[in-house]
Each structure stands twice: as C-alpha cells, then as structure tokens.
C-alpha cells in the first residue's frame, strides 16, 4: 500500500510540474500539489518515528506553500522566504543556546565529521586536514551563515539577496559533500531559492509587451554589420532596414492596443477576491507563528524564568498552523557528539556469533562506505545512530546506574519492534539489512561500541595505556572498543 501511494505521489508531481506550466491548467496542477502532499502527510502519520526526521516536516512545509505558489505569487513567495529564513535563523539559534558550548567555542567540527550519523570518505579527509584554526573558521563560517543570510534576504538590493542564496547553497553544499543526509541539503538550497526575485533574472519576467516596445534595442540589434568578414566595409543600415523594423513595431503595437480587454464574469471576481483574502490572512498568521517559533528558538528554558507578558501568551496560543503541519519548528545541529557510538546487532551461527551487515552505517572496522545519499535517505541506519546515542550518552548511563535500569529501558519502542521481527526473520525486516544469509533458529545479541577513525584518533583523546589500547579493536577504517551489552 507505501509502495503504491509513493507511486502515486511520484505520478502526481509530473503531471503537476507539466500542468503548472500553462495559464489554463495552473490551477489543476496546483490542486494535483496539494493531493500530493495530503499523500505524503498520511506517509508521515504512517511511518510514525521513521518519519519523523525535520527534513520531512520541512518537505510537507515547503510543498504546502509550493503549492499555493502555482495559483498566486507573490504572497506564498513570501511565505516561503519566512520558511527558509526561519530555517536557518533556529538552526543559529540552536547552536548558540545550547547547554553545551561547543559552537559557542568553535569547537563543534573537531568532532563532527566522526560523529555524524553517516560518515563519508570526504569527511574522513577533511576530518585529518582540520587543524584548530581551520575548524573554528569552519565554524565561524556556519554560524555567519546561518545568521546572516536571513537578514539579507530581506535586502531591497539584488545583490544583498543574491548574497543571501549564495551563502545558504555554499553552506548546503559543503554539508552533502562532507556527511549523508538524504534530500536535505537539495530542498534547503530549493527553497532558499525564494531569496531570489525577478530583479535577480530581470530576462525572465520581460514581457512580450515590454520586449516589442523596446524599439531602441531593435534599433540597436540591426546596427550589425553586414560585410563579409564584419570589417570597415560593413553598412550600417543596408536599405533602410532600420525604418522598416520601426514601422513593424509600430503596428504591432497599434494590434496591440486594439485588442479588447474581456472582462471577468462578476461570479469570478468574487471568487478571486475572496481567495486573495483567505491567503492574505494565511500568510499574516503564518508570519505570526513564525515570531512565535523564533522566540521559542532563541529563548533558553528555564524554571526561574519570569511569566511571559499577557501579548506573547496570545502569541504562543496561535496554533492553527502548526497542528497540520504548515509551520515546523527546527533547530539543526545544535548538539555534536564527542564520541561516535553505535549499536553492533549479532547472531548466533553454528556456536559462534556473527555480525549483521547494515548497508550504510559502520559496523565491520575493515568497511567504509563510499557513497554519497542526495536522493535516499536510509532511515534504519539514521535512526539505529540516534538510538546508539540515547542509550549511550553519559546523561543516560548515569540515569541507568542510579535507577538501575537496563540499558533496553532507554531503548525507543521500534527498536524493540525491530529485534522481534529480525528475530522471526520477517523478509521486509531483513530485506533492509545487507544481503546475508539468516537462520531463524538463532539467537540475537546487541551490544554498544565506541568508534574511532582508526587514521585519526579524537583530538581531545591523551596517548591510551598499554592496558587501555588493548581495549580497542583496530581495523584498516575503524577502531572500536565495546562499551555495554545491551541484550
């Protein structure tokens, strides 16, 4: 049923961007998008956790106000270039309020490419090239970014919102190059895209009209040289062309003005005003909670802080939006993990245990995985770090010893939804994994383990004693140490 829905979706998009491309069909192709992202919005609710990744709410978003961008311009434009000011605003935001002041102290790429979910043998080069000072100027680059490419994007120069794209498609740019994160780094350069304006690409909004009452550019196109190399012999103006083209222009422009203007039937009219209206007022209480998210980003919590004044209550009460998925919240990177750890899931075969292959993630310290995902993004693996890191922060061990508790306890429902069906060898499950062979009547252990670049150690990591060192398994790409057994 994903399966066709997907297809579906697929087929919808084409037959939109086809259909948004003429006057008289824009308006179905708008609907068409708009049935597309209804599609997506029950894949989100469907996919329940393995859908609930910010780039996802950041694509319903976007198509939303896309959508509405096919029947009227400008003020969905507008939505749009809030979206992605926003975008970027909350992921500074994020950074600089952390409780952990690695980004405040420009430290966060001494240990990002390590840590990231999945790693890519250009992050591993840029990894060891990284010295202190190119790590903090990296940093100060994404944190300028990131603050001031919203600000220019509201510029009422062209080159400043010129500026302001360049900055945001540099910055996506260097991210994909460096990690994998699916389709995130295209649909953030996408709709960064609404800093531009038609002043950008002024050949683009040239009318038929303004084309053909430019008579001086005609005139200026036929003072061409007509000799046989374009040297001193050349004529100027041959036979009189440039009276002639004067004359066409002149009773094009008579036809021109000669054609009567059909004026709309009153039904219509109202109609369009009244949709004008309804999107004017969509856009205002968009802008509204888009103040109200940004306040919520750049405000720390805190149990002392004084009540909010009785006008931002109002504020944060507006929800309308934000309960269908038109107005996201989203704050990336914020926190950078100091260490690369990962859940190592194994299997039981003929009295030995064997390691399950995962497709992309790392797992096997002799295994790099070279590709770059722009256009997939494999959930299982992304979603396998983020449970490795909650189950194996140091807040959470801490948490586990004083409670008591299981490492399991710290484990997200799917994840144990996932062993049981890995353990009856459910073929969708296993169809995720690397092409292996597995035995229904073995048993599965799972065990947490801390990764290293075997190139290159943490740049905060001492020389390891001879007892310590003897800890860490080293392989040609990885180095590894067991942390915990989780099963």
């Not at 002041?101 to 790429?109: K, M, N, V």
């Not at 002024?202 to 430019?214: I, K, M, P």
């Not at 209206?277 to 998210?293: H, K, M, S």
Request: contains cysteine; glycine residues 6%.
């Amino acid at each position: 049923m994903k399966l066709r829905l997907c297809g579906l979706g697929l087929l919808l998009a084409v037959l939109a961007a086809a259909m948004v491309s003429f006057e008289t069909t824009r308006s179905v192709g708008a609907l068409l998008l708009l049935l597309q992202c209804l599609i997506y919005r029950a894949l989100f609710y469907a996919g329940s956790d393995f859908m609930a990744l910010q780039w996802d709410t950041l694509l319903h978003e976007a198509g939303l106000w896309s959508a509405l961008l096919a029947l009227q311009p400008e003020l969905p434009l507008a939505a749009l270039r809030l979206l992605a000011a926003k975008l970027f605003l909350q992921a500074a935001a994020c950074k600089l309020i952390a409780e952990e002041p690695t980004w405040r102290q420009l430290r966060a790429l001494d240990y990002h490419f390590q840590s990231q979910p999945l790693p890519t043998l250009l992050g591993l080069v840029v990894h060891r090239l990284c010295c202190p000072c190119i790590s903090k100027l990296g940093c100060g680059f994404v944190l300028a970014a990131e603050l001031c490419a919203p600000l220019l994007s509201f510029g009422v120069h062209r080159y400043c919102r010129l500026a302001a794209f360049s900055l945001c498609a540099v910055l996506m740019l260097a991210i994909g190059l460096t990690g994998n994160y699916g389709f995130f780094n295209l649909l953030s350069t996408v709709v960064a895209l609404s800093f531009l304006g038609d002043d950008v690409f002024a050949w683009t909004s040239r009318t038929v009209r303004e084309l053909v009452e430019g008579q001086d550019d005609l005139v200026n196109i036929t003072n061409v040289s007509f000799g046989p190399f374009g040297g001193d012999e050349a004529l100027s103006d041959p036979g009189g062309v440039n009276e002639t083209l004067k004359d066409l222009a002149g009773e094009l422009l008579s036809e021109l003005e000669g054609v009567p203007f059909n004026e709309e039937p009153l039904i219509l009219q109202i109609c369009e005003t009244a949709f004008m209206t309804l999107l004017a007022l969509l856009v205002g209480c968009y802008a509204l909670e888009n103040v109200v998210v940004l306040m919520d980003g750049f405000s720390r919590p805190s149990a002392d802080a004084p009540e909010a004044p009785g006008w931002q209550r109002w504020l944060r009460g507006m929800r309308l939006l934000r309960q269908v998925g038109a107005c996201g919240s989203y704050g990336l990177f914020g926190h950078v993990e100091k260490k690369r750890l990962e859940l190592v899931i194994s299997q039981q075969k003929q009295g030995q245990w064997q390691e399950l292959r995962h497709r992309y993630k790392p797992g096997d310290v002799n295994r790099m995985s070279w590709r770059w995902l722009w256009w997939h993004l494999p959930r299982l693996d992304w979603l396998l770090w983020l449970c490795a890191v909650r189950m194996g922060s140091q807040r959470s061990l801490e948490l586990q010893r004083r409670l008591r508790l299981r490492p399991m306890a710290a484990a997200p429902e799917w994840f144990n939804l996932f062993l049981a069906k890995l353990k009856r060898r459910e073929p969708a499950v296993v169809a995720l994994l690397q092409a292996q062979e597995l035995d229904a009547s073995e048993a599965l252990k799972v065990e947490l383990y801390e990764y290293e670049w075997a190139a290159c150690t943490c740049k905060e990591r001492t020389e390891d004693s001879e007892s310590e060192e003897a800890l860490w398994e080293r392989g040609s790409w990885w180095r590894r140490r067991k942390v915990l057994d989780v099963t």
